[in-house]
Protein backbone atom coordinates (compact mmCIF):
# COMPACT_ATOMS: atom_id res chain seq x y z
CA UNK A 1 0.00 0.00 0.00
CA UNK A 2 1.28 3.48 -0.91
CA UNK A 3 0.42 6.60 0.35
CA UNK A 4 0.39 10.29 -1.37
CA UNK A 5 -0.11 13.35 0.33
CA UNK A 6 -0.49 16.54 -2.30
CA UNK A 7 0.26 20.21 -0.95
CA UNK A 8 1.65 23.39 -2.67
CA UNK A 9 -2.09 24.27 -4.59
CA UNK A 10 -3.52 27.49 -4.00
CA UNK A 11 -5.11 30.81 -5.74
CA UNK A 12 -2.60 32.23 -8.01
CA UNK A 13 -2.60 35.69 -10.67
CA UNK A 14 -2.00 34.74 -14.66
CA UNK A 15 1.35 34.65 -14.96
CA UNK A 16 2.35 33.13 -11.72
CA UNK A 17 4.08 30.05 -10.22
CA UNK A 18 3.49 27.41 -7.66
CA UNK A 19 5.17 24.26 -6.75
CA UNK A 20 3.29 21.39 -6.00
CA UNK A 21 4.63 19.09 -3.71
CA UNK A 22 3.70 15.27 -3.57
CA UNK A 23 5.49 13.15 -0.34
CA UNK A 24 4.80 8.92 -1.02
CA UNK A 25 5.18 6.70 1.56
CA UNK A 26 4.44 3.23 2.43
CA UNK A 27 5.47 0.14 -0.03
CA UNK A 28 7.30 2.31 -1.78
CA UNK A 29 9.41 0.45 -4.73
CA UNK A 30 12.66 1.68 -5.87
CA UNK A 31 12.07 1.07 -9.65
CA UNK A 32 8.94 3.22 -9.92
CA UNK A 33 7.37 6.41 -12.37
CA UNK A 34 5.27 9.15 -10.23
CA UNK A 35 3.24 12.00 -12.19
CA UNK A 36 1.02 14.79 -11.99
CA UNK A 37 -2.25 14.51 -13.26
CA UNK A 38 -5.01 17.48 -13.68
CA UNK A 39 -8.87 17.29 -13.89
CA UNK A 40 -11.37 20.66 -14.36
CA UNK A 41 -14.97 20.89 -14.29
CA UNK A 42 -16.45 18.73 -17.48
CA UNK A 43 -13.26 17.28 -18.35
CA UNK A 44 -11.22 13.96 -18.36
CA UNK A 45 -7.93 13.76 -16.26
CA UNK A 46 -5.25 14.27 -18.12
CA UNK A 47 -1.32 13.72 -17.62
CA UNK A 48 0.41 16.54 -16.82
CA UNK A 49 3.71 15.27 -16.46
CA UNK A 50 5.85 12.47 -14.73
CA UNK A 51 9.10 11.12 -13.86
CA UNK A 52 10.63 7.85 -13.48
CA UNK A 53 13.15 7.05 -10.65
CA UNK A 54 16.15 7.45 -13.10
CA UNK A 55 14.50 10.77 -14.30
CA UNK A 56 13.04 10.12 -17.21
CA UNK A 57 10.78 13.04 -17.39
CA UNK A 58 7.51 13.14 -19.63
CA UNK A 59 5.35 16.52 -20.40
CA UNK A 60 1.93 17.00 -21.81
CA UNK A 61 2.31 19.75 -24.53
CA UNK A 62 0.17 22.08 -23.29
CA UNK A 63 2.64 22.94 -20.37
CA UNK A 64 6.09 22.17 -21.91
CA UNK A 65 8.21 24.97 -21.71
CA UNK A 66 6.57 26.37 -18.52
CA UNK A 67 6.24 23.23 -15.84
CA UNK A 68 8.98 21.34 -14.51
CA UNK A 69 8.89 17.87 -12.88
CA UNK A 70 11.33 16.82 -10.62
CA UNK A 71 12.09 14.22 -7.66
CA UNK A 72 13.68 13.63 -4.20
CA UNK A 73 14.63 9.72 -4.60
CA UNK A 74 15.92 9.54 -0.23
CA UNK A 75 12.10 11.52 0.66
CA UNK A 76 9.94 9.44 -1.61
CA UNK A 77 8.59 13.37 -3.10
CA UNK A 78 7.84 14.52 -6.38
CA UNK A 79 7.37 18.25 -7.27
CA UNK A 80 5.65 19.90 -9.55
CA UNK A 81 7.13 23.48 -10.37
CA UNK A 82 4.70 25.50 -12.70
CA UNK A 83 5.91 28.72 -14.14
CA UNK A 84 3.59 31.52 -16.47
CA UNK A 85 0.49 29.91 -15.22
CA UNK A 86 -2.87 30.37 -17.83
CA UNK A 87 -6.70 29.86 -16.77
CA UNK A 88 -6.75 26.91 -18.50
CA UNK A 89 -4.33 25.60 -15.74
CA UNK A 90 -6.76 25.44 -13.21
CA UNK A 91 -7.71 22.25 -12.07
CA UNK A 92 -7.68 19.50 -9.23
CA UNK A 93 -4.12 18.63 -9.79
CA UNK A 94 -3.41 14.84 -8.68
CA UNK A 95 -0.67 13.09 -7.77
CA UNK A 96 -0.25 9.89 -9.08
CA UNK A 97 2.49 6.73 -8.29
CA UNK A 98 3.34 3.31 -9.67
CA UNK A 99 5.82 0.75 -8.77
CA UNK A 100 7.46 -1.88 -11.27
CA UNK A 101 6.24 -3.95 -12.82
CA UNK A 102 4.41 -1.36 -14.69
CA UNK A 103 1.58 -3.38 -15.37
CA UNK A 104 0.58 -3.40 -11.52
CA UNK A 105 -2.45 -0.69 -10.39
CA UNK A 106 -1.30 2.57 -9.50
CA UNK A 107 -2.03 5.12 -6.01
CA UNK A 108 -3.52 8.39 -6.17
CA UNK A 109 -3.20 11.28 -3.61
CA UNK A 110 -6.42 13.02 -2.54
CA UNK A 111 -5.70 16.28 -4.99
CA UNK A 112 -5.01 19.68 -4.57
CA UNK A 113 -6.80 22.22 -5.99
CA UNK A 114 -5.18 24.86 -7.97
CA UNK A 115 -7.04 28.02 -9.87
CA UNK A 116 -5.68 30.91 -11.80
CA UNK A 117 -7.18 33.68 -12.41
CA UNK A 118 -7.10 36.37 -14.92
Known amino acids: QVQLVESGGGLVQAGGSLRLSCAAS????????MGWYRQAPGKQRELVAS???????NYADSVKGRFTISRDNAKNTVYLQMNSLKPEDTAVYYC????????????WGQGTQVTVSS
Open 26 to 33: GSIVSENA
Open 51 to 57: ITSGGST
Open 96 to 107: NYRGAPMWRPSY
